[in-house]
């Protein structure tokens, strides 16, 4: 398991996703699930992944074989939107699927994945999509400026409540981590290091690339003083009136 989050806001982009596949009893396995494609002043690509490792990592290497063929069909590297991106993503993750999935099922191994996508290209907007394991996908709006893949439950709450479109990315970035520091304090099967990255709307590359490691004194900084802090405010919150039988 793994969780990935995208946040779609009026200053930028932020993208975060841990690394843990395997949480066994004696076995931990670390793997990064973002990928990041540029080319300065052109285009800014952010993929994550969740589910079986190995049907994401043949979708990605699938989607840069692509950009070798010297015929002009499309790739990622000539597409003229974050649509088109997309639309490859999802070919080669239902190319992967189609490939495998009946040989993976035979052993009992779950082939299900799906991405998160975002970025820009030059001439349009900002844009976040999360595509499903069958090669199909949505994309955020207004309404909805996120997305979480894998392990989703218990970071959303926090998400729910602060992001906005108009939040800053500064109290973005601070929320985002929150909510990984809820989803690992719950389910082991999500863990550290965790990859970190920040666009500013226009600026086509990353403003702010960071990995998190376990001794990393802002991450525990945050887990401290969240802790503290709900405990402050539930010992806070007033008891019922109600009447308990004995």
């Known amino acids: 398991m793994t969780y990935c989050v995208g946040l779609l806001l009026d200053e930028g982009m932020v993208f975060a996703s841990d690394s843990r596949t395997n949480a066994g009893v004696d076995q931990i396995s670390s793997f990064r699930k973002m990928k990041i494609l540029d080319r300065p002043d052109d285009r800014l690509i952010v993929i994550m992944s969740s589910g079986n490792l190995s049907i994401t990592q043949n979708a990605i290497n699938l989607l840069e074989m692509q950009t070798r063929h010297s015929d002009g069909s499309l790739n990622i590297w000539n ?13 080669s993750l239902r190319q992967v699927r189609q490939r495998d999935a009946t040989y993976l099922s035979q052993a009992n191994v779950d082939s299900s994945a799906s991405f998160i996508v975002g970025g820009q290209l030059k001439g349009e907007q900002q844009r976040l999509f999360l595509v499903y394991s069958e090669g199909n996908f949505i994309e955020a709006g207004i309404d909805t400026p996120f997305f979480q893949i894998g392990e989703t439950k218990y970071g959303r709450p926090i998400i729910d409540r602060v992001i906005k479109p108009n939040t800053p990315l500064i109290e973005a970035t601070k929320c985002v981590l929150v909510s990984f520091d809820s989803t690992m ?5 999500v863990g550290m290091p965790i990859d970190l990255a920040v ?5 086509y590359r990353l403003s702010m690339q960071k990995r998190l490691l376990e001794d990393d004194p802002y991450f525990a900084m945050i887990h401290a003083q969240w802790g503290d802090g ?11 009136n109600w009447q308990f039988q004995t």
């Open 79 to 91: 597409a003229q939107s974050m649509f088109e991106v997309v639309t490859l993503i999802g070919e």
């Open 185 to 189: 304090r719950s389910n082991i099967s």
């Open 199 to 203: 666009s500013t709307r226009n600026s």
């Open 230 to 240: 709900l405990r402050r405010v539930f010992a806070q919150l007033p008891d019922p």
